[in-house]
């Protein structure tokens, strides 16, 4: 066994330490826009609504546009007709859609926390401001027969209320004075109460009494769990709360046990012909005839900017990766061909692949939510599924509570290694190895407590795994550690043998890459140190021209170090470490892979590439 080397307190690592100058870019790169792979959009938020005359027959969707601004699709189910309505400010997405009592529709945005109404009578869509300016997210909204809409929050897990008459915007305050998220939203038009779910680490269901402004945690005599029950809206009025075999009606924020568990009916939302909507998705809407059970799917156009790029990465047989942001899809470009190919899916995932590792001319697949993972093999048709003839194959989540897979690395033990975030309310990221045949996983979680594994960097001639991290935990928590940190993993021992300090202060160090100097280059942020693994100590330091974007430090054929910072690209001499900026891309958002003289980016939904200077 080795000596664990952990510094006390904050550890300043001095041995020559010197910050280096950027040097002007001997020549320039040339840059092409390759196109958009994927042109499709998620619909996050949905309701039932009035057409131009007052008649129930419209559904609205609000689509997400990451690469551009949230529109509005309202589709007559009765015509088939659909229009389409761009949000009148610049927000990618809304989750809370909801009809007032006013007959209008409103909307309630990421990553600005704006309320949107949208009229049918007049097809107005306008922007009626923030509510709550310390705010990113609206979650979902509820409507009161009085003219009230209410909803919860993320940042600081306030409840809103909107006044349908006057447009008026009320901050009603925090439901929690430790959690972030106001997440969910029921109201009880019989109790005059709204009552939403609190998260993500002290997890209950908040109240808020309008008659006479109380809040108040609801507690649920007779319930086990950890969380809370489910909740819905009742058709007499009252919100009911299910779970565990039990039933609760919630009255004015006290719930009370049912002595049968047979509680109201829930509260649905009908068509003007009594039919209900009971599935949807970007493109299509299917209604039903309770009464009959017959079933009608209609389909809908709209147009897209395309969703933005999340992650660009080399795979197997030459070819490019990437994935987009909600709907997580996957695309493949072949560079001799020029083709963009959107592959669909790939992994039993809802939110973005994070990571790509191309091993024996397979893709392995890393997606969030949940560290879900897949292999696929290029050379074969698409036929998703759990089993071994399948393509690709679906092999779950990894467990121990692990949700953003931040990096996957091939090993040079033939295995690849995964390095995660833990999931909402949680500490403890983890490094993960996969053993490709069996699929057989093993998770080494809190190898640094309460901080996250971010990202892994391969050193075969001692043996050892590379890694960083950030000082966060799962969505919705504090930090509870100071200082992001380097360690370095025994594959054949499997225990942590080194950990350092490499940067003072930093919350994460989001690159990690051997070079071919055989010294580790990281960043974090707009620092990226030169850190020697032979003595163990950072050897200097430089300043990027921005933050070093997640995973884009790759050494280059010619044995240069390359990186993507902000909109910048630079590349950093392996013989004195000077860095020098080789071009700007305006947009530039996300990378990379770097292959040959090119290097592969994503600028919002479109994939690019920087052709480097000629030597």
């Not at 565990?244 to 649905?268: C, D, I, Y």
């Not at 240069?560 to 860095?579: E, K």
Request: one cysteine or more; proline letters at 6%; hydrophobic letters at 35%.
């Amino acid at each position: 066994m080795r000596d664990i080397f952990i510094p006390v307190g904050k550890l300043t690592i001095v041995c020559g330490l010197v910050l280096m100058m950027v040097a002007a870019a001997s020549g320039e790169m040339r840059f092409e826009e390759l196109g958009v792979p994927i042109r499709e959009t998620s619909v996050l938020g949905r309701c039932i609504g009035p057409d131009a005359t007052g008649k129930m027959n419209t559904f609205y969707l609000s689509h997400n546009q990451e690469g551009g601004t949230l529109f509005l699709v309202a589709l007559n189910v009765e015509t088939g007709e659909a229009r389409q309505y761009s949000a009148p400010v610049g927000e990618p997405g809304s989750w809370a859609c909801c009809r007032g009592a006013d007959g209008r529709i409103y909307l309630g945005t990421y990553y600005a926390a704006h309320v949107l109404r949208f009229d049918p009578k007049t097809e107005e869509f306008v922007d009626l401001g923030r509510p709550a300016e310390s705010e990113g997210y609206l979650w979902t909204f509820s409507a009161t027969s009085d003219g009230k809409v209410y909803g919860g929050t993320y940042g600081r897990a306030k409840l809103i209320e909107i006044d349908t008459e006057t447009g008026e915007l009320s901050d009603l305050g925090r439901m929690s004075e430790t959690e972030m998220y106001a997440h969910h939203t029921w109201y009880g038009e019989a109790d005059r109460t709204v009552y939403c779910t609190i998260r993500m680490v002290d997890e209950h269901i908040a109240a808020y009494v309008r008659d006479s402004g109380e809040k108040k945690r609801v507690n649920f005599p007779g319930w086990e769990g950890q969380r809370y029950p489910n909740l819905y809206e009742g058709e007499d009025g009252y919100v009911y709360a299910t779970g565990q075999g039990k039933a609760w009606k919630l009255v004015a924020g006290e719930a009370q046990l049912l002595e049968a568990a047979e509680p109201a009916p829930g509260r649905v939302e009908k068509l003007w012909d009594g039919r209900i909507v009971i599935g949807n998705r970007a493109g299509s809407v299917t209604v039903s005839d309770p009464h009959t059970g017959e079933k009608e799917t209609i389909a809908y156009t709209y147009d897209c900017v395309g969703s933005r790029l999340f992650v660009v990465r080399e795979g197997p047989l030459g070819r490019i990766y990437g994935s987009s942001v909600m709907p997580l899809r996957v695309f493949e470009y072949t560079p001799d061909s020029g083709d963009v190919r959107n592959l669909g899916r790939l992994v039993a995932a809802n939110g973005e692949v994070y990571s790509f590792a191309p091993l024996d001319d397979k893709l392995y697949i890393a997606a969030y939510t949940g560290t879900t993972l897949s292999v696929y093999d290029p050379t074969k048709p698409i036929d998703f599924g759990p089993e071994a003839d399948n393509n690709p194959i679906d092999l779950g989540q990894l467990g121990e509570q692990q949700n953003r897979p931040t990096s996957m690395q091939p090993g040079f033990d033939g295995n690849i290694w995964i390095a995660s975030r833990p999931t909402y309310g949680t500490w403890g990221g983890a490094l993960s190895r996969l053993k490709p045949g069996s699929f057989e996983k093993t998770i080494w979680r809190n190898i640094v407590p309460d901080q996250s594994v971010i990202t892994l960097a391969m050193d075969e001639k001692r043996g050892l795994i590379w890694c960083t991290t950030d000082i966060g935990g799962g969505g919705g928590t504090t930090p509870k550690a100071e200082e992001a940190v380097l360690f370095a993993f025994d594959v054949e021992a499997e225990e942590k043998v080194f950990e350092c300090v490499p940067v003072p202060g930093a919350y994460g160090i989001a690159a990690l890459e051997m070079g071919s100097d055989g010294m580790l280059y990281g960043a974090a942020k707009a620092t990226i140190f030169v850190f020697d693994p032979r003595q163990r100590e950072v050897v200097t330091t430089l300043e990027a021209p921005g933050n070093v974007h997640m995973e884009a430090l790759q050494v280059g054929d010619d044995g240069w170090m390359y990186g993507m910072a902000g909109q910048s690209f630079f590349r950093i001499s392996p013989d004195d470490h000077t860095l020098e900026v080789l071009g700007n891309y305006p947009g530039a958002s996300c990378g990379f892979a770097l292959v040959g003289r090119d290097i592969y980016f994503g600028k919002g939904p479109m994939l690019c590439v920087g052709h480097l200077p000629d030597e």
